[in-house]
């Protein structure tokens, strides 16, 4: 039982939580990483490491394949969001050497990957969520400051700018590229990790209070039993057209009560590792849908309170890298 990460990077304590659990369900299975870069941190900690080509590249797919009959994978767990929609168009190629990939639809990624898409999704099935300006609500002055500026196919909060007045909105808008323009929400934000089989039924949902963020991950986070919050991102999930795997949803909840989205990823979000140190089994879940399990019971024994404080650490070694 060998487990690819793609585009590995940074995602240490992740790839330690799956070490962990794969070395207690299959000794001698083995985490190989994949990243554009030979210095990625998960190149030290994963059983072997990979340097590929950008996933934008022609043959970026054909290297994975190669990994994939080299390594003996049975299971590739992709990390970002740009690589999401190439892989889950190629699935049938996956599929033809018997390697499960754990990739939502392309429609689901399709939805997640474009913010104006991500709001029409919300807005068809009536789910709440911070209104998306158009240009011609801007030119009639049709809104309220403050606002929020955002690239329309961003991640990691980059680019996503307050907005306070006229002066900055004409500014903003136009240095931000593909800018979307949007409600500014008060309120307690949170990430929400959902763990979901190849069948679409979900084991848990784990809402994780976001005390903190730094360079748009989440530095200081806290889980909540909060089952308005629960409730809420079970009926998107239901909602969307394939989902697989780890979907992590962001959502505030105003002081009214109300819940509204903001935003989908289909993939394993950086503060996950919150999640399973509570308990919600991810790695096990995962491993037990590549062998064929469906979930039949939600499970919802995670601790609710525990607090996650992030801190940088070092690696140091020897091998001269270029």
């Known amino acids: 039982m060998n487990i690819l990460f793609t585009s590995s990077g940074r995602r240490v304590s992740l790839i330690k939580l799956f070490k962990e659990t794969l070395m207690e369900q299959f000794p ?9 870069k030979e210095t990625a941190p998960t190149a030290f900690y994963s059983d072997k490491h990979f340097v590929v080509p950008s996933v934008v590249e022609e043959n970026y797919i054909d290297e ?3 990994i994939c ?3 003996d994978i049975k299971l590739v767990i992709p990390l970002i969001d740009t690589e999401l929609g190439i892989m889950a168009s190629n699935r049938h190629r996956f ?12 429609e689901v990624n399709k939805i997640a990957n474009n913010k ?4 029409k999704f919300f807005k068809q099935n009536l789910i709440s969520s911070p209104k998306v300006y158009s240009e011609e609500e801007i030119k009639k002055g049709d809104f309220t400051f403050p606002l929020l500026v955002k690239p329309n196919n961003g991640s990691a909060s980059k680019g996503v700018t307050k907005i306070n007045n006229k002066e900055e909105l004409e500014f903003f808008k136009d240095y931000i590229p593909n800018a979307i323009v949007q409600e500014f929400i008060n ?3 949170y990430t929400v990790d959902v763990m979901v089989d190849f069948n679409g039924k979900v084991k848990t949902i784990v809402p994780r209070k976001r005390i903190e963020t730094r360079a748009g991950e989440v530095s200081k986070g806290v889980t909540n039993k909060d089952f308005e919050i629960i409730n809420a991102v079970e ?3 239901n909602k969307l057209p394939g989902p697989v795997g780890c979907i992590t949803l962001q959502c505030f909840k105003e002081k009214d009560g109300e819940i509204k989205f903001i935003e989908i990823n289909p993939r394993f979000g950086g503060g996950i590792p919150l999640s399973i140190n509570a308990g919600a089994n991810f790695p096990l879940w995962t491993i037990e849908i590549c062998q064929g399990i469906s979930f039949k019971v939600m499970d919802f024994s ?8 992030r801190f940088d650490e070092e690696i140091y070694t020897e091998k001269i890298i270029s």
């Not at 299975?29 to 994949?34: D, E, M, N, Q, R």
């Not at 599929?95 to 939502?104: A, Q």
């Not at 995670?302 to 404080?309: C, G, P």
């Open 28 to 36: 001698s299975g083995k985490i190989l990483t994949a990243d554009l």
């Open 64 to 66: 994975i394949i190669k």
């Open 69 to 71: 009959l080299e390594g």
């Open 95 to 106: 599929d033809n050497i018997g390697v499960k990939l754990l990739v939502s639809s392309y």
């Open 116 to 119: 104006i898409e991500t709001y």
């Open 187 to 189: 309120g307690d934000e």
């Open 235 to 237: 009926n998107v999930v």
């Open 302 to 309: 995670w601790k609710e309170n525990l607090t996650m404080l």
